[in-house]
């Protein structure tokens, strides 16, 4: 054990080759379970409502409840999981390291894939509105977010390819379990994973902006000029603006969040940067509780939906048909 008590051995046998495990900090002990704690149960509350009331199984929210899932592995697997090597010890043996790397990794990937289809959803409902009901139905949203998961956990593989296949490879002492990719993965990943999307959704939402300002401009020069029978098209246009306003914060939240870690983590091969590493993590983290917050505040169904829940009226006869909208 270090004498100033600032780290301990994890095989004191093994002086020379064991690995040193600093204790914990007040953010490893506390910040970062409590952020983990309130992801999990704030996105069960969005799983739950999407879920289990009808009215609510829109595309749109079925992308939502995507995303939810998505956010809950990272409440749930990915910040634990980075608690764990932090400040524990592996013992577990070099295979399950390369396993729960994959999990790990897969879980804090798989809401970039999510982001991309609520930015597909939005370019759909303003910039082609009159087709948007046909091309954009329940099953295939269904299937584009099957895909999407698929494509996720087929990434990861590709790109943990040589970790799963080698385990242990890049541990550089006994007790540790890192995750880490070749120079050759670490441009792909960098095109595929980061670029690529951000390409996409920043060009969809520039989009949808320069369309739903010009819609809002015609609809206010015209609003005196239209008549009570032929006001329901406009609000149907407002309220598909209107969503679109609340899920592009939820992208912007996201991409504010997904940049630095992102760009922190392609050359944390530099020691120096192990520290902030860490704490970009838990803004990326952090993410994964704010997205119901978001809704909580911009979406009257969601505040109905955790009245219901947390009242158990859930729990009730022909509860799933009540009128929350």
Not at 10 to 18: E, I, K, L, V, Y
Not at 134 to 146: E, G, H, P
Not at 171 to 189: Q, R, T
Request: hydrophobic share 50%; net charge positive; with cysteine.
């Amino acid at each position: 054990m270090d004498i100033g008590g600032q780290s301990v051995l994890c095989f004191p046998q093994r002086a020379n080759t064991s690995c040193e495990k600093p204790l914990p900090d007040w953010s490893e002990g506390v910040l970062l379970p409590a952020v983990s704690i309130l992801s999990v149960l704030l996105n069960l509350l969005v799983i739950i409502s999407i879920s289990h009331f009808r009215q609510l199984h829109t595309p749109t929210n079925l992308v939502l409840l995507s995303l939810a899932v998505s956010d809950l592995l990272v409440g749930l697997v990915a910040m634990p999981g980075e608690i764990y090597v932090r400040i524990s010890c592996w013992f577990h043996g070099d295979f399950a390291c390369s396993l729960w790397n994959y999990t790990t990794f897969a879980a804090a990937s798989s809401p970039v894939g999510n982001m991309v289809l609520i930015s597909a959803d939005r370019y759909l409902a303003i910039c082609d509105p009159l087709r948007y009901n046909v091309k954009v139905t329940v099953k295939r949203i269904q299937l584009c977010i099957c895909l999407s998961w698929v494509a996720a956990l087929l990434y990861c593989a590709i790109l943990l390819k040589d970790q799963l296949g080698h385990a242990g490879m890049y541990n550089s002492c006994h007790g540790e379990c890192v995750i880490s990719f070749e120079f050759y993965a670490g441009i792909v990943d960098l095109f595929v994973g980061f670029v690529l999307p951000l390409c996409i959704i920043i060009t969809l939402y520039l989009r949808v902006f320069v369309v739903a300002v010009s819609q809002a401009r015609a609809m206010r020069s015209r609003v005196k000029c239209v008549k009570l029978q032929h006001s329901a098209p406009f609000r149907a246009k407002s309220s598909e603006l209107k969503a679109a306003r609340t899920l592009s914060v939820v992208v912007l939240v996201f991409l504010v969040c997904f940049c630095p870690y992102y760009i922190v983590s392609l050359v944390a091969e530099n020691k120096n940067l192990g520290s902030l590493t860490k704490y970009v993590f838990y803004l990326y983290g952090f993410n994964s509780c704010v997205n119901p917050l978001i809704y909580a505040f911009f979406y009257p169904w969601f505040r109905k939906a955790i009245k219901h829940i947390v009242t158990l009226h859930i729990l009730q006869p022909a509860s799933r048909d009540a009128n929350i909208l």
